[in-house]
């Protein structure tokens, strides 16, 4: 809620404050022979700009406030974004000099190969310059057939890293321009942070977002923080948990570190290093038992009728406890699972067995029973390094939320994800919830602290290898057809990706242009640390980094700089000189290759969408230019594939007509509302906007770029930007122009 206590109230306070101390002789009065000079440092403006900070994926709102000439005078937090209610933490508070910064590249820079310094250029010769590598390198590491001799249509010379610091429009564009271009090495920072997280999310909840929103942390009755620290890494939201905390929460942290969150929390248990997983498998086992000691504690209906804990599986599985760690069906020489025997035996109906008092052996809470019974406190505390006494009262307070009129939160960040077992580790979390039937309430759920600003939306919009817009599967060398692909990615939403992305040259008749995508070999991995090392081994010749800064983001500093000085060519967007444009100038790093660094424009220097961890999509508003010659990466993306476009209708290449005859409408420098209004869909007819998932069509009379952000630009207009843009933010504040 607003606060009735104005700035400008607080100045008349102050004010009389300040003359009371002098009256009383406290402040000094003016010096013998200086005059006495009134000096306003207040900021003034004209107008207020909204936009998102671009920190960390809280979300924060934040007000721009510009003079009459237009100059960037202030920043605040936005008091009306439920997110930050108008706070801003220590990284929100120097947003402003994003814009005001004498570092901020204004100039095209490129370095030549082998050079010692940058040299200026212009947009026009860097464009030139990078469709002419881009497309040798395409061309040159094209695989048309695969070594199974099926049709893959892909580019193996060229990676793209990044998307998490761009808008959702931005991220829209660039999957759309890659996958075009048949690159399959395509990732963003979310594969180093919260891709497994996502992927256990969707695995267990069918939607690859957290459960709820940040604001719904403060009706939790206990909050279980699994390492994430939001007193320090999430400020805004941790104010949700104080929220929490002031109604009597308990604050549990568990964390190797003693950090700002620990220290706040009712209870701390220090645990080692990436061993979330087997602490939180020692709480479901203390939960199962619990469970069938006290099913009075827990919500019986909400575990036999919204979960699958009674459902009896196949009598052929087999799990870790019968297979030392391992399921049935795992193959050694592929490292992949056959799950056939891991499906639900089926009634007469076809409907699954139920057994709702849990005991049948075979029935998933059996069998999750079995499984995580070696997870005593003994092998929790030796495991994770905490006393077997701290454990116990972790177990106490969290599994106390199984009662059906309590919630408890699970909090989590980087030191859940960022291990080969996150995925897991994620999962196990969504386990232990369903168990205590901390699911679909409020103040119940997993809370995933996201990275960098965009890191959702980035994975939403298909800035990954393995996932196409809205979560489609990227299409795989066993994808021979269209109608192939549709049967497991669901037809209605390919059909209306494709006619998004190819128009009139997508039809029925074409399989919808499904042929123009890249497939990728099964059991292949093009992530971004894979790509990494594809560049160390000089297979990948060119490389961008859209925002992204592999020497600083990626696991291994010195692995990754040895790769970038393996490339060709490396094409860097950036608002300053990161350390992946400038690797060349390390000590001792000798590199031949080529590098363009494109001046790009802040998150309010232009205007797109954005989705915090909890997947709100909200719009920033331009609220001034970008200094110099630096452009949004909207205008870069759109100007790069009309020159690859053009220079392929005249020299052609293989598989040129996924870039020919790809539906490229926009202007070099498009609005990002008419992406945005792209990736919500319309129909093709009558160019109505979808107003629901309903609108989806398999016949291609609907073109839609993200199924999932359909309701987003509806025929009523942006509903990303209903903030309001008029009309006093603050009462009372000291605009210039009021
Ligand atoms: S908590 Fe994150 S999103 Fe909010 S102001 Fe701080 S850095 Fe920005």
Not at 38 to 65: N, Q
């Amino acid at each position: 809620m607003r606060s009735q206590f104005s700035r400008r109230d607080f100045l008349k306070i102050s004010g009389g404050t300040a003359g009371l101390f002098a009256t009383a002789g406290l402040f000094r009065g003016p010096i013998k022979g200086v005059e006495p000079k009134m000096v306003d440092t207040r900021p003034r403006w004209v107008k207020e700009t909204t936009t998102i900070c671009p920190f960390d994926a809280s979300g924060c709102g934040f007000i721009c406030y510009t003079d009459s000439a237009g100059n960037l005078t202030n920043m605040e937090g936005d008091p009306d974004n439920p997110v930050n209610r108008g706070s801003a933490c220590s990284k929100g508070a120097s947003l402003i000099q994003l814009h005001n910064n004498k570092h901020r590249l204004e100039k095209v820079l490129y370095r030549a190969a082998g050079a010692n310094d940058w040299e200026e250029k212009s947009w026009d010769w860097a464009f030139g310059e990078i469709a002419k590598k881009v497309k040798a390198s395409r061309d040159s590491g094209f695989v048309a057939k695969n070594a199974a001799g099926k049709t893959v249509n892909r580019t193996e010379a060229i990676a793209s890293l990044g998307g998490a610091t761009l808008d959702n429009e931005e991220c829209y564009l660039l999957s759309k321009m890659l996958r075009a271009l048949g690159i399959v090495y395509l990732d963003s920072q979310a594969r180093l942070s919260t891709a497994s997280s996502l992927e256990a999310l969707a695995a267990s909840f069918g939607r690859n977002a957290m459960t709820n929103s940040w604001t719904d942390v403060s009706n939790a009755n206990v909050i279980l923080d699994m390492g994430g620290n939001p007193a320090e890494n999430y400020p805004a939201c941790f104010s949700h948990l104080g929220e929490a905390m002031g109604k009597g929460a308990e604050l549990i942290s568990v964390d190797c570190r003693l950090t700002r969150t620990a220290a706040k929390a009712g209870t701390f248990v220090a645990a080692r290093s990436g061993s979330e997983i087997a602490f939180i498998g020692g709480l479901i086992k203390y939960v199962i038992s619990d469970i069938e000691a006290h099913p009075a504690n827990y919500n019986m209906t909400y575990i036999t009728e919204y979960t699958t804990a009674s459902m009896v599986v196949n009598s052929n599985f087999k799990g870790p406890a019968d297979l030392d760690g391992m399921f049935v069906g795992y193959n050694t020489a592929s490292h992949s699972y056959d799950q056939s025997n891991w499906n639900f035996t089926k009634a007469s109906n076809g409907e699954p067995v139920i057994d709702k008092t849990l005991t049948n052996p075979n029935c998933v809470f059996q069998l999750l029973k079995k499984q995580y019974a070696r997870y005593t406190p003994e092998m929790v505390s030796a495991t994770c390094g905490c006393s077997q006494a701290d454990f116990a009262k972790v177990c106490a307070f969290f599994a106390a939320t199984g009662k059906a009129d309590k919630a408890g939160a699970i909090v989590y960040a980087m030191s859940s994800t960022q291990h080969t077992s996150g995925a897991q580790t994620v999962r196990a979390y969504a386990v232990l919830q369903m168990l205590l039937a901390n699911i679909g309430v409020s103040g119940g759920g997993l809370f995933a602290l996201g990275g960098e600003s965009n890191v959702q939306g980035a994975a939403d919009n298909g800035v990954s290898w393995n996932k196409l817009p809205g979560y489609l599967s990227a299409p795989n060398e066993d994808d021979t057809t269209f109608a192939a692909y549709a049967s497991k990615a669901g037809d209605q939403s390919a059909a209306s990706l494709l006619k998004a992305w190819y128009g009139s040259n997508a039809s029925s008749s074409n399989g919808f242009g499904f042929g123009f995508l890249p497939k990728t070999d099964n059991n292949t991995n093009y992530s971004y640390v894979n790509a990494i090392k594809q560049m160390a081994a000089g297979k990948i010749k060119g490389a961008f980094a859209w925002g992204a800064n592999p020497v600083v983001e990626s696991a291994a500093a010195g692995q990754a700089t040895q790769a970038l000085a393996k490339l060709d060519w490396l094409v860097v967007t950036d608002m300053f000189e990161s350390e992946t444009a400038a690797f060349w100038k390390k000590d001792g790093v000798t590199s031949q290759t080529e590098v363009f660094l494109l001046p790009t424009a802040c998150s309010y220097e232009k205007e797109g969408s954005v989705t915090n961890a909890d997947r709100w999509i909200q719009w920033r508003n331009k609220a001034v230019s970008a200094s110099g010659e630096a452009k949004s990466e909207l205008e870069v993306i759109s100007s790069l594939l009309s020159r690859l476009q053009t220079l392929y209708q005249g020299e052609s290449g293989l598989n040129a007509e996924a870039i020919t005859k790809l539906s490229w409408t926009y202007s070099t420098n498009p609005s990002a509302a008419d992406v945005a209004k792209e990736m919500n869909g319309y129909k093709i007819s009558s160019l109505q906007q979808l107003e629901s998932p309903e609108d989806l069509r398999a016949d291609g009379t609907v073109a839609c770029g993200n199924s999932l952000y359909i309701g987003s630009f509806t025929n009523a207009g942006n509903q990303m930007a209903r903030r309001e843009q008029t009309g006093a933010f603050h009462a009372g504040g000291l605009g210039a122009g009021r």
